[in-house]
């Protein structure tokens, strides 16, 4: 009988110590196979995901024996927390394992729209040579605006200041003390109007849902930054794509989206939009991060599963 059921990607040592000690199943497109998964899932005392396997609904209830759920990531809104608290199924992120990827993600993906050097392929392939066209800015002395504050935005505020940024931040959640020391509490529409650099950092639920919209996009700054490596129904795409193509933002990146994977259809709303960068989901994902996160996770759930024996 399997005992754990991996319906995403996971490092291949990860997957080893688990299979060193479990009848593991691992398939990393399992998540678009719903009639095989619950099938597999039905009996199994572990599943382990990322954010492609919906762990709520008919699928949740069908496992009866699940005990443990593994989360590679930290962002928990495609698993029905409440209803794993109320059948006593233990939940594990990965909290803190894949922060410096997204980090990286951030001041890096911040450079390269800040410099706007790096879209010139094109022009340069055609014989062209727009070097008065392409002067970019730097990012020492900007403002970093951070839309939530919890533990990868303080990293990525560490790292904008190293940078010689100011920063500020926005949310409401989180209480005054030493976590905000050298960072500006802002109310949301005066960090957006004041922000050079606008980084997402908030989970998706109902009241973060289309937080920045058409009214967000009309306070930014007509030359500011944004990128969303959050989530992406906390921002209406179609306002972006408005702002963008209407001169009104200055560049942006988005590494998630209202509806994932993107597909043609909802990839054709980004068609023609300048300054724009476009990642599938993987600011979080590097190779070193995949091992650190695959470990934790792994451990986690092994830890667990010998607690419930």
């Known amino acids: ?8 990607f996971m490092d291949d040592a990860a997957v080893a110590a688990l299979k060193a000690r479990y009848s593991v199943h691992h398939d990393p497109d399992l998540f678009g196979k719903p009639d095989e998964l619950a099938q597999l899932v039905a009996d199994v005392a572990a599943l382990i995901v990322r954010n492609q396997t ?14 443990v759920v593994g989360r590679l990531g ?15 199924i233990q939940v594990f992120p990965a909290t803190g394992a894949n922060s410096l990827s997204v980090v990286e993600y951030v001041i890096g993906t911040a450079m390269t729209l800040l410099r706007g050097a790096y879209f010139a392929n094109a022009a340069m392939l055609a014989g062209e040579f727009p070097k008065t ?22 990293d990525a505020a560490r790292h904008a200041r190293a940078l010689g940024m100011t920063v500020a931040a926005y949310d409401p959640y989180v209480p005054a003390g030493d976590a905000w020391q050298g960072i500006e509490k802002l109310e949301l529409d005066a960090l957006l109007s004041t922000s050079d650099v606008i980084s997402i950092h908030l989970p998706l639920t109902p009241e973060t849902r289309g937080l920045i919209g058409e009214a967000a ?77 695959s470990g934790l996770v792994a451990e986690r759930v092994m830890a667990a599963l010998e607690g419930w024996a």
């Open 1 to 8: 009988m399997t005992d754990i059921v991996i319906t995403e």
């Open 54 to 67: 919906q762990v709520r609904g008919a699928l949740l209830a069908g496992a009866k024996n699940l005990k």
């Open 74 to 88: 930290v962002g928990l809104d495609n698993i029905d927390m409440e209803a794993c608290s109320a059948r006593g």
């Open 133 to 154: 066209k392409l002067i970019g800015r730097e990012i020492a002395g900007k403002r970093m605006g951070l839309v939530g504050f919890g533990a990868i935005a303080r």
């Open 217 to 293: 996009f009309a306070k930014m700054k007509p030359d500011a930054i944004l990128i969303n490596a959050a989530r992406g129904g906390i921002m209406d795409e179609a306002a972006l794509v408005a702002a963008l193509k209407g001169g009104r933002l200055g560049g942006a990146a988005l590494d998630v989206f209202e509806q994932e994977p993107l597909r043609v259809d909802g990839a054709k709303i980004f068609a023609g939009t300048p300054n724009l960068i476009l990642t599938p989901h993987i600011a979080g994902n590097t190779v070193e991060s995949n091992g650190r996160v």
